[in-house]
């Protein structure tokens, strides 16, 4: 090789060597800004009561603040995700840049390689005295080997492209439902009266007296039947209630929605709320694994179609189950009436004491299992006629009644057992906690008459009292 070509080849190796170098470095970089002047916008906006953001075709949701509450105002008006709308006004006031390019043709980038010719996204935020800022969104920044995300962005106004260090994108991408509050229902459940259900089981659950509007906090079925409710369970559904989340809100179209097409004109459920705000949810025909469901007949969603049968429960499963509803602490007496005999136990100062049949002394531990075995009779089911009307139990085999202490009064609590149903295995009962006919085990019925057959054996032995439990039944 001749010695001049391998003084070109050299400097060529040089050359390659020094390029390799310098473009690892940020020399040719944008410049980056100082730090006391990143800031885009350089005036934060006071009070934002105004945020639209508008996408590249040209669609624009408007938020709006009003009474400090974030409401969408178009393209429609609806309650929206509080979180994520102050999301977005928090990136706006603290948005930094990393560096920027001068304008196009010094040593810039062209609009159309940044996107920011057809910005992806438009951001304005408008102060409660008027001030705005407005920001324009590009692509993002291609680099390689970072995994931090980039975004080319220019306020509105300015000439130089910014560099930020976040997917802007990412935050604001979605269409208008994913900025809605999916919430369907918002309520105060002390401020209406009534729950009004129909669908594959219909009835009416009552929070107070509907004639004069009053509310007493204590719900009870008033309809088909009169019943009183267990608390855990009607709180347990009205947490439901609560919590409806829409899967997606449909829209109406041009032509509005056709409600007999999904169903709406004739709901598998209807549940009206009946108070000082009145609303009614209506859920139609079923797509798939979602059920189409309207609010006050506007408002048109899925919801998942799971919500058919747990915003439905039965009726008797709302119900109290337990016959007798006492501490067992606070009775004082005991009368269990056969036909031709009767059984009466009084609580003394000692314990308890039998008057009749005869007089005597009683086995505590007796009295307890008793009271035990009457405190955890619960209804299997409840018995109406075939007019759908209350029966009742008109000559019974056995009548047991409770003497219970309730502060300054006493409370009498009674019990008729009539005869057994058809299959024998259940016994038709009625307490005076409740107007219904109920069908009960005939062995729990069985273990309460074995109780009093004990406590009638001849004189056994007085025995110091028992300690006697004082927590209320548990109600299921």
């Not at 609303?279 to 007949?297: E, P, R, Y």
């Not at 799971?306 to 009368?335: C, G, S, W, Y």
């Not at 059984?343 to 039998?354: A, C, D, E, F, Q």
């Amino acid at each position: 090789m001749k010695p001049r070509t391998l003084l070109i080849l050299l400097l060529l190796l040089v050359a390659c060597g020094l390029f390799v170098a310098i473009s690892r470095t940020d020399l040719f970089k944008p410049r980056p800004a100082s730090v006391e002047s990143r800031k885009i916008f350089a005036r934060p906006i006071i009070d934002p009561v105004k945020l639209t953001i508008s996408d590249g075709l040209g669609v624009e949701m408007v938020f709006s603040k009003s009474t400090g509450v974030w409401q969408m105002t178009s393209p429609m008006n609806s309650a929206v995700k509080t979180d994520r709308l102050e999301n977005i006004i928090r990136m706006m006031e603290g948005l930094e840049y990393s560096r920027y390019f001068s304008p196009e043709g010094e040593d810039g980038l062209a609009d159309s390689m940044t996107g920011l010719d057809k910005p992806i996204w438009t951001i304005e935020l408008t102060g409660q005295a008027g001030e705005k800022a407005k920001l324009l969104v590009g692509r993002q920044v291609p680099r390689l080997g970072s995994a931090k995300p980039e975004t080319f962005v220019r306020p509105a106004g300015a000439k130089r492209t910014f560099i930020v260090g976040l997917d802007i994108s990412a935050g604001l991408g979605g269409d208008m439902n994913d900025y809605r509050d999916m919430t369907v229902l918002k309520f105060d459940p002390d401020k209406f009266l009534m729950l009004k259900f129909t669908g594959r089981d219909s009835y009416t659950l009552a929070n107070g007296d509907a004639k004069t509007k009053t509310y007493d906090g204590r719900w009870r079925i008033v309809g088909p039947v009169q019943a009183d409710c267990d608390p855990a369970k009607i709180k347990a559904l009205i947490e439901r209630l609560r919590k409806i989340e829409a899967e997606r809100f449909l829209d109406a179209g041009p032509g509005g929605v056709d409600f007999v097409k999904l169903g709406l004109d004739k709901p598998q459920l209807m549940i009206e709320f009946i108070g000082q705000d009145e609303n009614t949810l209506k859920l139609g025909n079923n797509l798939g694994q979602s059920v189409v469901a309207a609010l006050n007949d506007e408002t048109v969603f899925t919801l998942p179609v799971e919500a058919l049968d747990e915003l439905q429960p039965a009726m008797d499963n709302l119900r109290i189950r337990t016959l007798l509803p006492f501490n067992q602490a606070d009775v004082e007496k005991i009368i269990i009436q056969h036909s031709q005999a009767k059984t009466v136990l009084v609580k003394i100062s000692t314990g308890w004491k039998r008057t009749l049949p005869s007089p005597g002394n009683v086995e505590q531990k007796e009295i307890l299992a008793l009271l035990q075995s009457l405190s955890t009779l619960r209804a299997e089911r409840w018995i109406t006629s075939s007019a759908g009307e209350p029966m009742d139990i008109i000559n019974p085999a056995v009548v047991i009644s409770l003497t219970v202490k309730n502060q300054d009064r006493d409370e009498l609590l009674t019990l008729r057992i009539g005869q057994a149903g058809e299959d024998e295995k259940v016994l038709y009962c009625r307490s005076s906690a409740s107007p219904t006919v109920t069908a009960v085990k005939a062995s729990d019925i069985d273990r309460v008459m074995k109780s009093e057959e004990m406590l009638l054996s001849e004189n056994p032995p007085a025995t110091q009292p028992a300690t006697q439990p004082t927590t209320q039944p548990e109600q299921k």
